[in-house]
């Protein structure tokens, strides 16, 4: 049948990882700021990144409607900050924003990243990442008419480059870094589990090895003092009939062997398991409860004390075992010293319970005989009673008062800190490992396996360690994203260097464009055909304020004549009229012929 030590130690392996979920993260006391801090650089980082993309494809020349796709870039720097609350809506919208501007591709990767990196379940992480992507793949194509490269087939294409740099990469990325850290987690979890399960069994082991030197002395010595005292006895009763003079001598030998049988029950109380009493007055679930301390309140009572019992708060079944304990053995060493030292006097047992800690106060009034000198205590009880109190992190106190009488109070948390290894009084020595709830150590420090919610370990042992690793990944990170910012402008180039380019003769003017945008056409002023029409060219229609004659605007060459196209604007510079006329040309010869 396994002890329940041994059960401690199953239930501390099963606890732990494969076997159960892993807590919800919570950011360790004194972090809040330096994470912070580095959320906020990293918003920053990425956010100049998307900023970076967006002027290189502009640099391009790839860039239509630069304000509108900036003003995207905006919302998607806006939306960045709170990726880690609403991962999955984040990601979403900013795959949408991503077909519409370049520029938040980057951000999309960062969001993709953290994503994949929480995320636990391989199905949702899946689902997101392809949800994802087909959203920037369609917002590409949809807004391909003003946004994008035409036709259709380039279109898609540029929602394919920018899915696979802004979702897919940045996702697998964060998926084999997420998968690395819950792993090395779940290593550390099982190596302190094992660490833990092994302190357990030595202090196991050491206890059942006390508890056995403890039963021999007990069974040894304490038997052969008992007959020494009880020899004693008879000794003294024939004494005082046969040889009166010598009967003080044998009240010295068993006040002696008295003394030495209360001493050694001490050192065996220290020696052997304090949680595991044993006999009648054996600890159990029961133990501190107020039905508990009333009990013991009656004990005295009846033994002829006159003991009152003051109690204020709920009851303390609800409470750790170690707490009700230490309630049960300040009330009970407190009166065991009441019926030593002071029988006769009137005693007050007072507990007050919140919700934050138990307050046991027992005050007795001055004894009409105070004790001899000789029958001081030693103090040893008060003490083991100081030490329990302070390893549950309460305060201790007992001293006598001025009107004659003592009194005993303590002070003990309602939930207290699991204790260290170096808070056990004795660690090297005896008393190492007898304090704990179940008669077996309690679990290492905090310390040994770091707080249940981080990646890091305790930053008391690895610090440096764990600034380094961070400097490195926050380094590997940034080189991966310039990279990845670098593929996709160079892909987003290729996409629209590759577009087939608008084919055939240029768009011809037409009524009522400005002088500006028909220069802008190639249409401009050659001064042959301007010579060659003039004396030739029909009237000019009215409200003309000039005009001009391009050799490229339809002028045509025919044997004895040439047509010519002649661009009339008025005072606003906006074209009213386009006329073409024929005019006579001299007779075609080649430069080596007599005319």
């Known amino acids: 049948m396994p002890t329940r030590a041994g059960a401690s130690i199953l239930v501390s392996v099963v606890r732990t990882y494969p076997f159960r979920r892993f807590p919800r993260c919570r950011p360790p006391a004194g972090s809040t700021a330096g994470g912070s801090a580095r959320a906020v650089a990293k918003s920053a980082g990425v956010v100049l990144a998307g900023l970076g993309s ?34 999955g809506t984040v990601l979403l919208a900013l795959a ?76 697998l990325v964060g998926t084999a870094h997420g998968q690395q850290r819950r792993l090395l987690r779940a290593l550390r979890e099982r190596g302190d589990a094992a660490e833990r399960a092994r302190r357990l069994a030595d ?58 049988l209360r001493e050694l029950r001490q050192a065996l109380g220290v020696l052997g398991p304090l949680g595991r009493d044993t006999g009648p007055d054996a600890l159990t679930d029961a133990t501190g409860t107020r039905a508990d301390v009333e009990a013991l309140v009656a004990g005295s009572r009846d033994g002829g004390i006159a003991v009152r019992l003051e109690w204020t708060g709920p009851d303390l079944d609800a409470r750790p075992a170690r707490v009700r ?31 934050a800690e138990v307050r046991v106060t027992v005050r007795n009034g001055a004894p009409p005989h105070p004790p001899a000198a000789g029958e001081a205590g030693t103090g040893r009880g008060l003490t083991g009673l100081r030490e329990r109190v302070e390893l549950l992190g309460g305060s201790f106190d007992a001293a006598a008062l001025p009107s004659g009488g003592f009194r005993v109070a303590a002070t003990v948390p309602t939930e207290p800190a699991e204790p260290t290894e170096r808070d056990r ?35 008391k042992d690895v610090r440096p360690d764990v600034r380094e690793r961070r400097t490195a990944d926050a380094l590997t990170l940034a080189f991966g994203l310039v990279g990845l910012c670098v593929l996709m402008v160079l892909g987003v180039a290729f996409v629209y ?12 003017p037409r009524v009522g464009m400005t002088y500006e945008q028909v220069a802008g056409l190639g249409v401009l002023d050659n001064a042959a055909v301007r010579a060659a029409a003039t004396g030739h060219e029909p009237p000019r229609p009215a409200g003309t304020a000039g005009c001009i004659y391009p050799f490229n605007g339809a002028t045509e060459s025919h044997p004895g004549g040439l047509t010519v196209a002649r661009y009339c604007f008025d005072g606003a510079h906006r074209l009213i009229s386009i006329d073409r006329f024929t005019v006579p040309s001299v007779r075609d010869a080649t430069p080596w012929e007599s005319p």
Not at 72 to 84: K, T
Not at 431 to 458: F, I, M, R, Y
């Open 325 to 355: 304990r230490a309630v049960h053995r300040l009330v009970r060493e407190a009166l065991t010293n009441v019926h030593r030292y002071a029988t006769a006097a009137h005693v007050t047992v007072a507990v007050v319970h919140d919700d």
């Open 497 to 508: 260097a590759a577009r087939p380019h608008q084919s055939g003769p240029p768009p011809l």
């Open 54 to 87: 967006y002027l290189a494809v502009g640099r391009l020349g790839f860039l239509p409607y630069p304000g509108l796709q900036l003003l995207a870039l905006a919302v998607g720097a806006g939306l960045l900050p709170v990726r880690r609350r609403f991962p």
């Open 425 to 459: 009084p004795g660690a090297a020595g005896a008393t190492e490992g007898l304090l704990g709830d179940d008669g077996a150590a309690p679990l290492g420090p905090a310390g040994v396996h770091g707080p249940p919610d981080t990646d890091e370990p305790s930053d």
């Open 203 to 260: 202090s196991e082991a050491r206890i059942h090895e006390r508890s056995r030197i403890a039963a021999e002395m007990h069974d040894l010595v304490g038997h052969r003092l008992s007959l020494i005292s009880l020899h004693a006895g008879g000794l003294e009763l024939a004494l005082d009939r046969a040889a009166p003079e010598l009967r003080e001598e044998a009240v010295l030998v068993r006040r002696t062997t008295r003394d030495a």
């Open 96 to 171: 949408a924003l991503t077909g519409l501007s370049v520029g938040v591709g980057p951000i999309t990767a960062a969001a993709a990243y953290t994503v994949a990196r929480r995320a636990v379940r391989a199905r949702r992480r899946a689902r997101l990442l392809a949800a994802a992507g087909a959203l920037v793949l369609v917002s590409a194509v949809a807004v391909a008419p003003w946004f994008g490269p035409e036709p259709v087939p380039y279109a898609v294409a540029l929602g394919l480059v920018l899915a696979s740099t802004a979702v897919v990469v940045p996702g």
